[in-house]
C-alpha cells in the first residue's frame, strides 16, 4: 500500500534528541566545566547539531520543553 498521507505543517513540535554523553569523550574546555559530573546530557536536533549540555536527563526534557520542542530519549 503506497498511499501518501500529508502529515501537514502543523503535525507538532520539532523533535529533538536528548541522550547521555561521558565527560571523558567531550572537549577539554566543556570538561573542566562539567563540575566533577562523569555524565551530561546533550541535546541534539533532528540534523544532529548538539543544542544544549545539561547535568541530568530531567533537565534536558525540561529546557526543550520551555523551547517548545518534543524530546526524545536516545540510547
Known amino acids: ?3 501518501p498521507y500529508d502529515f501537514g505543517a502543523d503535525a507538532g513540535r520539532p523533535i529533538v ?3 547521555a554523553v561521558k565527560v571523558a569523550d567531550l ?3 566543556v570538561r573542566e ?3 566533577g559530573n562523569d555524565t551530561l546530557y ?3 536536533s533532528a540534523e544532529g547539531e ?3 549540555l545539561v547535568r541530568d536527563r530531567r533537565l534536558a526534557f525540561i529546557l526543550a520543553r520551555q523551547n ?3 524530546p526524545v ?3
Open 1 to 3: 500500500m503506497q498511499t
Open 17 to 19: 534528541y536528548v541522550r
Open 27 to 29: 572537549p577539554e574546555d
Open 33 to 35: 566545566q562539567a563540575m
Open 42 to 44: 546533550a541535546v541534539h
Open 50 to 52: 548538539r543544542l544544549a
Open 68 to 70: 517548545d520542542l518534543e
Open 73 to 75: 530519549t536516545v540510547h
